[in-house]
């Protein structure tokens, strides 16, 4: 285990408020393979006991974020309430895998303009990058920006590259961004200040989908090689771009 004192875990969650009925477990300042098992565990403890007055969860890359009704419970009562969840291990296992996603993506050329930079930046080829990039178990550790986006991690320790000086001005929907060790998906076209590595028919948010949010967080997601050219081919319909889900529960 590193001993960056960013990444280290504290011996029990930091509590920190946030808005009139809003809290925040950090479990570290940087995202890290030992905050996302940490960050899993509280999660799946809170999901499968929520204490009363809960009234929405979220996960981040390092804290979980938990709003409670004023009217049930007070602040105080609340954080009384979740005490046995913060006496927790401060290295737990890795969450199992209970969906694990193989998602079809280009890389390179018009799909990954930044493909070339990136690898440059890694120290490998550009056949090598895809390759990583490819063989990468990813899981979803954390779900935001733009509604179903996810953040996808954790690469291995070549990939901690900054984000960019500038905003590139858009990328497309579909658009595979790297830094900091983590790959997002875009739902939507956007700015970012991640470099392109690819892209991808796979959209994380349809509201007219019978399911409009593919991804939860946790789920493990394996990409899979393809041409620019068969892009187009699994455009549209249901929005999953070719994407298989097998489920492992």
Known sequence: MTDDPQTRSPTRPEIL???PDGVVLRVALRASDA???RVQALAAALRAAPPQGMAEMATALASVWLRFDPALVSRAEFLARLSPFLDMPADPPPAPVLRRWTVPAAFGGQAGP???ELAALTGQTEAAA???LCAAD???LAIGFAPGQPYLGL???DWDI???TALTPQVPAGALVVAVRQVVLFANASATGWRQAGRCAFRPFLPDRAQ????RAGDAIRFAPVAEAELAALEGGDGLGGARLESLA
């Not at 409009?212 to 991804?215: D, E, K, S, T, V």
């Open 155 to 157: 690469l291995p320790p």
């Open 130 to 132: 895809v390759a990583g």
């Open 35 to 37: 905050a996302s098992a």
């Open 138 to 140: 990813l899981r979803v």
């Open 212 to 215: 409009p949010f593919a991804l």
């Open 114 to 116: 930044q493909l070339a």
């Open 162 to 164: 900054p984000r960019q």
């Open 17 to 19: 408020p946030l808005g």
